[in-house]
């Protein structure tokens, strides 16, 4: 059976760092592409990092510099690396791999 639990999600001041995994079960991260999404109160879940099979990582722009998306060598963990948190990176944040998404961790950027 295919599960994905996140965790490391936390309150954080701003300009704070917090680093979530994705760890996976049931299969190895090795053969699909990765996706980190968040979803702030009331806005529509977005894409924030995406790391392909071929080990390309791209990042949307409000995040690109901050956040560093990385999978353990075993291939049954990801990471999502957030540096200098701003109140906006506030939501919940879900990994998605191979179309199954985890139950998502809180993050808070708040002072």
């Known amino acids: 059976q295919v599960q994905l639990v996140e965790s490391g999600g936390a309150l954080v001041q701003p300009g704070g760092s917090l680093r979530l995994s994705c760890a996976a079960s049931?299969?190895?991260?090795?053969?699909?592409?990765i996706g980190w999404f968040r979803q702030a109160p009331g806005k529509q879940r977005e894409l924030v990092a995406s790391?392909?099979?071929?080990?390309?990582?791209d990042y949307a722009d409000s995040v690109k510099g901050r956040f560093t998306v990385a999978r353990t060598s075993n291939g049954y963990t990801v990471f999502l690396q957030m540096y200098s948190l701003k109140p906006e990176d506030t939501g919940v944040y879900y990994c998605?791999?191979?179309?199954?998404w985890g139950q998502g961790t809180q993050v808070t950027v708040s002072s």
């Open positions: 998605n791999i191979g179309g199954a």
């Open positions: 049931g299969f190895t991260l090795d053969y699909y592409a």
């Open positions: 790391l392909t099979k071929g080990g390309r990582k």
